[in-house]
């Protein structure tokens, strides 16, 4: 696979990235898994540069439209999947925002201790 072609794909998940984000900010969280899901897919597809980091990502917000959906089960899940791969691959600048969608997810299912 050339450079240009894991360019392209990467750069069309940031798209449905940026696009779930929206969807959920816009109430419409089962656009938001389906867009989310999508970007994954093609980041699975296309392995390079900034592939993990964007994964990752990815993980994290699709976590909120799961919980919407599905409930906090799920959506813990597919952010201890996220952690998992914040750890491999030292994307240390997620940590944060890792915790602070695990911390407002679990704060809205009420668990406040």
């Avoid at 996220?82 to 994307?91: N, V």
Wanted: aromatic share 0%; no cysteine; proline share 3%.
């Amino acid at each position: 696979m050339s450079g240009g072609r894991v360019a392209s794909g990467l750069d069309a998940a940031r798209d449905l990235h940026l696009r779930g984000r929206a969807a959920m900010s816009s109430g419409s969280p089962a656009e938001a898994s389906r867009l989310l899901r999508k970007a994954r897919a093609i980041v699975a597809a296309n392995p390079g540069d900034g592939a993990e980091l964007l994964r990752a990502r990815v993980l994290i917000t699709l976590a909120n439209a799961e919980f919407e959906l599905d409930g906090l089960r799920p959506a813990m899940a597919r952010l201890a999947e996220a952690e998992t791969a914040i750890e491999q691959h030292r994307l240390d600048e997620l940590r944060i925002s890792l915790g602070n969608q695990r911390g407002l997810l679990l704060l809205r299912a009420g668990r406040v201790k």
